[in-house]
């Protein structure tokens, strides 16, 4: 079992900035997969970045590439999403899922998910 805490959303300025932390418990950090995802009202989830690896590559939706940063720190169990340039569009719930999805952006596959987010960037 993996238990996953995100933090750190909020109201925020259109151009400004976030760090989402997303806490992991319970198996080994370093096994799945982890991914943010986010979802506005009257949407469906969607795929905002994900981190494989504890070290390696990331991977970004075409719509946050540039802005958004996705880390993490295995020493801390604990998974980051820095948010830079924040536009109204990405007002959401934003979620940390962590798992082992034969298709890294699509939600199937991730077993575990946080409770959610609130970020809202104001015009």
């Known amino acids: 079992q993996v238990q996953l805490v995100e933090s750190g959303g909020g109201l925020v300025q259109a151009g400004g900035s976030l760090r989402l932390s997303c806490a992991a418990s319970?198996?080994?950090?370093?096994?799945?997969?982890m991914g943010w995802f986010r979802q506005a009202p009257g949407k469906e989830r969607e795929f905002v970045a994900v981190?494989?690896?504890?070290?390696?590559?990331?991977y970004y939706a075409d719509s946050v590439k540039g802005r958004f940063t996705i880390s993490r720190d295995g020493a801390k169990n604990t998974m980051y999403l820095q948010m830079n340039s924040l536009k109204p569009e990405d007002t959401a719930v934003y979620y940390c899922a962590a798992g082992s999805p034969i298709l890294l952006k699509n939600t199937a596959g991730y077993n575990y998910w946080g409770q959610g987010t609130q970020v809202t960037v104001s015009s």
């Open positions: 981190m494989p690896r504890s070290i390696g590559p990331t």
């Open positions: 319970g198996r080994t950090f370093s096994s799945y997969a």
